[in-house]
């Protein structure tokens, strides 16, 4: 008899804590991320299992003892490393606690075996899921935003990148900015390529050599995110789809499931 597939697990809250996109805890067995990004900085650690993932098209992994730190609009997919899978717990930072000067070094080293940090990020989750604690979970946030700084300075800790930001032409540069100022109601590529004075399938060919994604990958990551948030506020799906540029429910389902793991109805019902 085929073994039974494990249900993904998940659960998934915005804090009212200053910096804090979201929360996401997940168990996943078998799902794989594709590549995708985020608009936000991914601070990862896993519990059980271990991932492995592309970043900058290199290949990373994340055993138990190191968090893993993910810079915004950088690419990244995602597997389970052991044969039962993985458990994750994520926070999602926006640019008020990690600033761009340190997307760099990320980028280079983006999982840190440090013992401190580990023991903090977990103590952080601790706060943040019990209401009230919001004073403890910004104390320790901060705590964690120094450590990483310190990890991630140029020419110290374990992020040894000597450059501030990964190269960025500036055709690719002005389609993400583009983009950007289109999630919902969406940009074809004819209309990008005249904006920018570039023919379609250059604009394509440099956005995914800067990148590592594609230009229809990139804003679908964006939607998602958005999607990803309005749930959580405790919106429908069929309303979350049309704001954030889906055709309709369906559309946003199938994407959403592809990237977060779990259909946009289930990711609702997780929320706290």
Request: aromatic share 6%; glycine share 8%.
């Amino acid at each position: 008899m085929a073994a039974q597939r494990s249900r993904p697990e998940v659960s998934a809250w915005r804090p009212r804590v200053r910096g804090v996109v979201e929360v996401f805890h997940a168990h996943f067995t078998e799902y794989a991320y594709p590549m995708h990004v985020h608009e936000a900085w991914t601070l990862l650690i896993v519990d059980d299992g271990a991932v492995r993932y592309d970043l900058d098209r290199h290949e990373h992994g994340t055993p138990h003892d190191t968090v893993t730190l993910l810079p915004p609009h950088v690419p990244h997919n995602g597997s389970p490393a052991t044969p039962h899978g993985f458990r994750k717990r994520v926070v999602y930072l926006d640019d008020t606690r990690l600033g761009d000067d340190l997307i760099g070094a990320a980028v280079d080293g983006p999982d840190l075996r440090d013992p401190t940090l580990r023991r903090r990020v977990g103590q952080l989750h601790t706060a943040l899921g019990r209401p009230g604690e919001e004073l403890e979970a910004e104390s320790r946030l901060t705590l964690i935003g120094d450590r990483l700084r310190e990890l991630l300075r140029p020419g110290q800790g374990q992020g040894h990148g000597t450059r501030p930001a990964r190269p960025d032409p500036v055709l690719a540069r002005r389609l993400r900015e583009l983009l950007d100022e289109h999630v919902v109601d969406g940009l074809g590529l004819d209309a990008a390529a005249e904006l920018l004075h570039a023919h379609p399938a250059h604009l394509v060919r440099a956005f995914s050599t800067a990148y590592g994604i594609a230009p229809h990958q990139y804003l679908t990551s964006r939607r998602v995110d958005r999607a990803r948030r309005l749930l959580l506020d405790g919106r429908a799906p069929g309303e979350v789809a049309s704001a954030t540029g889906f055709f309709d429910q369906s559309h946003l389902t199938r994407h959403f499931r592809k990237l977060v793991g779990v259909t946009p109805g289930r990711y609702r019902v997780s929320s706290r």
